[in-house]
């Protein structure tokens, strides 16, 4: 019964062209080699493996242009181990076609029933197909499932609890196309979009990559909202513990959370997430010192600030010129003079060319005055004083002659604190510097030295100064005046002074209220108090209102130095018609003068 058939199937296999078998387009074998692809098309065959029939070539050559022709010469079946011999057949014996095996046979197996059943060697086709399912097979989202997607995560309010559920029940294949598409997808809402990402990281197969969770920090933070950005640095900050030796979270994904924290005005998470660059595996670089410092100083966290950029100083990472200045003007806003100009000692050694404002304000900072209160005044640590005026001074004599022109500001700086150190030389040789090579100095640099030389009892020399002044084209101001004024009357060089003040009234229509009480306080001290009486007369003549300074003054010299109760109690009268009101103290005072001349007199 088998022979026939197997003489029309050896027939077949040397005559009939190859079929080409169709596999399903969505079955893709993977990771197959040739020598796989060989073994598996064998189980093809219409007989076991223990017969050798030569293959067909056509099938499984492995270029089309191999000759159909070139087939072996040795035997089609071996002979060896009981091998069939069909060369004593006639050609009448076999079948024309392939149709023809199965024509009559009432016991032949169903057309679809490979061969091989019978022998117990070969695998049908269709058996292939089908252990195959499932091995290697790609899922491809249609456009309807992506666009289900972007809709639920743009959508604000329609996602109640988790967002997973949703998601799972999309059936979606992932791959890092969708993730980037999403990511890049606008209006997004960040909530959905952190609770996209967090269900992607638990799909087995996917491979987070720094190009991916970069675009997720991007996608976030330009969105600027506080929540989403906490969110985000709580994700990171699991990514960055689980890949930390993938090296998945990169310094540029950290720098833009900083920028974005920076933003938001909170500069204490800016520096948990500086923190973390070690244990993330991170490479600090320039750009991270100064985010940071910047979001610190923005919130003034100034000390804090500090301790980074010392960090950015001994890794020797200095962002450019423009932002070793803006940290330096931090600095000097927090009044770290000091730090300030270790920092621009550093950009020096760089060879950085800063700009002008930033070196300006190191020369003011260095140059500020501390007041605390009156008590404390001129007890203020003038030793610290004197150095960090000192370092200011360097730094003014490297200005240039173009820089000098614009300097105003820092020069002035010096010279008042050089005054208020009571360093008066100094300060007025740095005068007469301004006067000859610039910059040219206004009426506030004069009115600090003439001041600094008139509390020094160097009128004289105040003097002296007032009158460059006016040769420089300068008017001396009301201010200038008084203070060379009060310094005549400390000397008790009342008749200079009076002559000053008639000078001012001169140049002047209306003196203000601390002329007066400068020569009501001279005279007063000379006991010259019918001058000094007459002089509060003629504050309302020049427009001037006596206040409760000028009068309180002038009663207590009258009573303490004069015992004149009834002049003080004219001026009492005078200041309740002015509306004036006098303190309790100096009433007692005058009515113990009173009782007390009056008991003597008794």
């Not at 035997?75 to 011999?85: E, K, R, V, Y």
Request: glycine residues 6%; charged residues 25%.
């Amino acid at each position: 019964m088998w022979r026939p058939l197997a003489r029309g199937a050896l027939r077949y296999r040397r005559t009939a062209p190859p079929r080409q078998l169709l596999l399903p387009v969505n079955l893709q074998v993977a990771n197959q080699t040739p020598s796989s692809i060989v073994e598996s098309a064998s189980r093809f065959s219409f007989f076991p493996s223990a017969y050798h029939f030569h293959q067909n070539p056509r099938l499984f050559s492995s270029s089309s242009a191999e000759s159909r022709g070139d087939l072996p010469s040795e035997p089609l079946i071996s002979q060896a181990n009981g091998g069939f011999d069909f060369s004593g057949l006639n050609e009448s014996d076999g079948f024309e076609n392939e149709d023809s095996i199965f024509d009559g046979a009432a016991d032949t197996p169903d057309a679809n029933q490979g061969f091989g059943d019978l022998f117990g060697g070969s695998v049908a086709a269709d058996e292939v197909i089908e252990s195959g399912e499932g091995v290697g097979l790609l899922k491809e989202n249609d456009a309807e499932k992506v666009q289900n997607l972007l809709s639920l995560l743009q959508g604000s309010g329609i996602i109640h609890g988790s967002i997973e559920p949703y998601l799972e029940a999309m059936d979606l294949a992932l791959d890092s196309d969708l993730v980037m598409r999403v990511l890049q997808t606008p209006c997004t809402q960040g909530e959905n979009v952190i609770g996209f990402f967090r269900w992607v990281l638990k799909k087995r197969g996917f491979v987070l990559t720094s190009q991916v969770l970069n675009e997720l920090v991007r996608s976030i933070c330009t969105q600027n909202k506080r929540r989403e950005v906490y969110a985000l640095w709580d994700l990171i900050n699991e990514v960055g513990e689980k890949e930390k030796e993938k090296g998945v979270v990169s310094s540029e994904c950290l720098n833009e959370i900083i920028v974005e924290l920076s933003k938001l005005g909170k500069g204490k998470a800016a520096l948990e997430v500086f923190n973390k660059f070690e244990d993330f595996g991170c490479a600090s670089n320039a750009d991270t010192y100064y985010l940071t410092i910047e979001a610190l100083c923005k919130r003034s966290f100034y000390s804090w600030a500090w301790s980074v950029c010392e960090k950015m100083l001994a890794a020797d990472k200095l962002p450019d010129a423009a932002r070793m200045g803006k940290i330096i003007s931090y600095l000097c806003k927090g009044g770290m003079a000091k730090d300030a100009h270790l920092v621009y000692l550093y950009a020096k050694d760089k060879k950085m060319n800063l700009p002008r404002s930033s070196i300006n304000a190191v020369v003011s900072s260095l140059c500020q005055v501390e007041k605390t209160n009156k008590e404390t005044y001129g007890e203020i640590n003038k030793e610290l004083d004197r150095e960090t005026v000192s370092l200011a001074l360097e730094m003014l004599d490297e200005f240039s002659a173009e820089d000098r022109k614009h300097a105003i500001k820092p020069f002035s700086s010096v010279i008042r604190k050089l005054c208020w150190i009571e360093d008066v030389d100094r300060a007025k040789k740095l005068l007469l510097e301004m006067i000859e090579s610039g910059p040219p100095p206004g009426n506030a640099v004069f009115n600090f030295v003439i001041n600094g030389l008139a509390k020094s009892e160097k009128t004289e020399e105040a003097l002296s100064i007032m009158k460059t002044m006016e040769s420089r084209g300068l008017r001396p101001d009301v201010y200038t005046y008084c203070v060379i004024m009060s310094g005549l009357a400390r000397a008790g060089k009342m008749d200079e002074a009076i002559k000053m003040f008639d000078e001012a009234k001169k140049k002047h229509s209306k003196l203000t209220p601390v002329a007066y009480h400068t020569l009501i306080r001279g005279f007063c001290k000379l006991e010259q108090f019918d001058k000094a009486v007459n002089l509060l007369g003629e504050m309302r003549q020049h427009g001037v209102e006596p206040k409760h300074d000028e009068y309180n003054k002038l009663i207590k010299s009258l009573c303490f130095k004069a015992l004149d109760w009834e002049t003080a109690e004219k001026l009492h009268e005078d200041m309740n018609s002015n509306g004036i009101a006098l303190n309790s103290r100096t009433k007692a005072l005058i009515a113990a003068v009173r009782d007390l001349q009056e008991a003597g007199s008794a």
